[in-house]
């Protein structure tokens, strides 16, 4: 059975810093993204990482901000967050995919996590 769960959410200030963790299992993925979704929009990418690690994308408005990373032995992929910024504040999900390099569309992933809350106070 694929699980992909996300943790590491919280209440953060304006500036600060989270790190959000999604651990998969269940069979092997060829990549990662992240996406996230503010209340009353549409769900968006973030980033994403191929399972080598040796290609990401980012969203230009996370660039120099957030990183994205991967611990194989872990089976987790992480999202760096840093100088982080209200406009930040969604549910932030994790998604797989088991064939293809990491992509920005959406539609482009198979197994999803169920989110976890990112809220930045200014």
């Known amino acids: 059975q694929v699980q992909v769960v996300e943790s590491g959410g919280g209440l953060v200030q304006a500036g600060g810093s989270l790190r959000l963790s999604c651990a998969a299992s269940?069979?092997?993925?060829?990549?990662f993204g992240w996406f996230r979704q503010a209340p009353g929009k549409e769900r968006e990418f973030v980033a994403a990482v191929s399972w080598s690690g040796d290609s990401t994308v980012y969203v230009d408005s996370v660039k120099g901000r957030f990183t994205i990373s991967r611990d194989n032995a872990k089976n987790t992929v992480y999202l760096q967050m840093n100088s982080l910024k209200p406009e930040d504040t969604a549910v932030y999900y994790c998604a797989a995919r088991y064939r293809g390099m990491p992509i920005e569309n959406i539609n482009g992933y198979n197994y999803w996590g169920q989110g976890t809350q990112v809220t930045v106070s200014s």
């Open positions: 269940g069979r092997t993925f060829s990549s």
